[in-house]
């Protein structure tokens, strides 16, 4: 097991920002995955699991702890037959949904444009155009800080609204588990009168308006904001944040090289020479004046790592 030091972190993150981890792993097996959790143990080092870096803000300071990533070798995808496949933590999740449509599945060929791993689907329950992980996981595969292997139903994983058991557990780095594969159970497609070029043609469909309605051409972490349980007083049921923050008239707003979107407004983008901390003030500032101008909370997706 390779241990790096100083890696920065801006080459692993979808913003292209922030500074480097004290130490850095790319874990090749559950056993290196063992070992560098006791290495951060031995060390008193906090450590993160890293999926593509797609949803994650790292400070500029850096991360003064263990970074581990999960090898190729986590990346398979079985077929276990009758539509059930065994997918590994860092298969791209637009890979799986692409194999499941040639194979003649459906259930998860609408999330194939979403960026990132399987682990980071599963952790925030990824969804876009009605499909969600949640919906076709059946079980979950984890290690604890212990080493020790578990199999969490899908019950198990309370699956909600861009959340997971896994966000709970990982607050409190005892009871910390790490995603290593999850099994899904997908319907043929004739199911539903449909057939392998129909999957494709929805696919296809969504990655146009993906194309369409996101800064897809610019460093960013997907949607900044999650969406709102309820809206506004007056407009309960306009839940989107975009359309709060386009009303506040933030489209196009900088701070230093951090710019709210001028494609969609829940998009904060990188849009030359940014740091870390233009675009947690940015955030910031959204939050604060949506907070002033509607009288709402808004939450942010993307996760922070370390001290800013």
């Known amino acids: 097991m390779e241990i790096l030091e100083n890696e920065l972190m801006c080459k692993h993150t979808s ?5 480097a981890a004290r130490c850095f792993v790319k874990a090749e097996s559950a ?14 080092l906090p450590f993160f699991i ?6 994650l803000l790292v ?30 933590a860092a298969t791209p999740l637009g890979g799986f949904a692409r194999k499941s449509i040639k194979q003649g599945f459906a ?12 682990g980071g689907a599963i952790y925030m329950n990824a969804g876009a155009y009605g499909q969600e992980v949640c919906q076709t996981c059946v079980e979950v595969e984890t290690m604890d800080m212990s080493g020790n292997l578990h199999i969490r139903t899908v019950a198990e994983c309370s699956f909600g609204y861009r959340r997971s058991v896994f966000q709970e557990l990982n607050t409190n780095p005892e009871t910390a ?8 159970q997908l319907e043929p497609a004739e ?35 999650k969406r709102l349980d309820i809206g506004a007083e007056g407009m309960p049921q306009q839940i989107a944040p975009g359309y709060y923050i386009e009303q506040t008239g933030l489209k196009g707003y900088r701070i230093g090289g951090a710019e709210v979107s001028t494609v969609h407004a829940n998009f904060i983008v990188n849009a030359g020479g940014a740091t870390a901390t233009d ?14 101008k509607f009288g709402i909370q808004l939450h942010r997706e993307i996760i922070l790592l370390g001290e800013f």
């Open 107 to 118: 259930g998860i060929h609408k999330l194939a444009g979403i960026p990132g791993t399987l």
């Open 191 to 225: 199911v539903s009168g449909k057939d392998s070029y129909t999957l494709e043609t929805e696919m296809q469909e969504c990655m146009t308006k993906r194309k369409a309605s996101q800064p897809l051409n610019m460093p960013n972490a997907g949607s900044t904001f």
């Open 279 to 292: 675009i947690k003030d940015l955030s910031e500032y959204v939050q604060k004046s949506v907070a002033e």
């Open 50 to 55: 890293l999926g593509n870096g797609t949803n």
């Open 15 to 19: 913003f292209k920002v922030g500074g």
């Open 31 to 44: 056993d290196e995955i063992k070992n560098a959790i006791q290495f951060a143990k031995d060390k008193n």
């Open 177 to 184: 588990e790490i995603i290593l594969s999850a099994i899904f």
């Open 59 to 88: 400070s500029d300071k850096g991360y003064d702890g263990l970074i581990i990533t999960l090898s190729r070798s986590f990346s398979d995808i079985c077929d276990l037959g009758n539509g059930k496949f065994r997918v590994g």
